[in-house]
């Protein structure tokens, strides 16, 4: 199985601020990297697929980026609604797999 | 809208059985791949099956060990999944999620809210 490490765990950051978390593979999963967020007691949320597209809805301040192993999430000004945990997940091979979360909560 | 609502989870014992249905609403079901993800309490996601629009192929996490078996109803708009010998460490919170792929890249894009399975004595 393919596994994912997404860093850091956790991050403080305040409201504006410039946020990026990193994921990486254990083996090149190309551009097959999709980024979730989850919000305490609700289902995951789809942010971005195939490591750079938005998905519809989603405020543009979030951006992805990256291919091969190494890929981030970007959020270019935090929002009071940001502050969730957000997941990586490889859809290259099955099993598809997640990272172990990244939570953001507020400084 | 698109909706996906999980239900029949529960408490149940060591080495009982359980079985899940999610039901879909404001898509097309039958044109979708489905899968079932559990996110164990205060812990990761973990994809454990994958059943595609006609029914097969099905995949199954490896950790499952023949455990688990997932089904669909495309009549009655309806993804099933059955476990058996269920163990402690089953007790997670079992999402339903639609498959969608977007040219080669596949996600899941709506999520159920949820089923607790709690498995103790």
């Known amino acids: 199985d393919i596994q994912m490490t997404q860093s850091p765990s956790s991050l403080s950051a305040s409201v504006g601020d410039r946020v990026t978390i990193t994921c990486r593979a254990s083996e090149s999963i190309y551009s097959y990297l999709n980024w979730y967020q989850q919000k305490p007691g609700k289902a995951p949320k789809l942010l971005i697929y195939?490591?750079?597209s938005l998905q519809s809805g989603v405020p543009s301040r979030f951006s992805g980026s990256g291919s091969g192993t190494d890929f981030t999430l970007t959020i270019s000004s935090l929002q009071p609604e940001d502050f969730a945990t957000y997941f990586c997940?490889?859809?290259?091979?099955?099993?598809?797999?997640f990272g172990q979360g990244t939570k953001l909560e507020i400084k | 809208e698109v909706q996906l609502v999980e239900s029949g989870g529960g408490l149940v014992q060591p080495g009982g059985s359980l079985r899940l249905s999610c039901t879909a609403s404001g898509f097309t079901f039958s044109s979708y791949e489905m899968n079932w993800i559990r996110q164990a309490p205060g812990k990761g996601l973990e994809w454990i099956s994958y059943i595609s629009s006609s029914g097969s192929p099905i995949y199954y996490a490896d950790s499952l060990k023949g455990r688990f078996t997932v089904s669909r109803d495309n009549a009655k708009n309806s993804l099933y999944l059955q476990m058996t010998s269920l163990r402690a460490d089953d007790t997670a919170l079992y999402y339903c999620a639609r498959g969608w792929l977007s040219g080669d890249y596949g996600s899941f894009d709506y999520w159920g809210q949820g089923t607790l399975v709690s498995v103790s004595t």
């Open positions: 997940q490889q859809s290259y091979s099955t099993p598809d797999t």
């Open positions: 195939g490591a750079a």
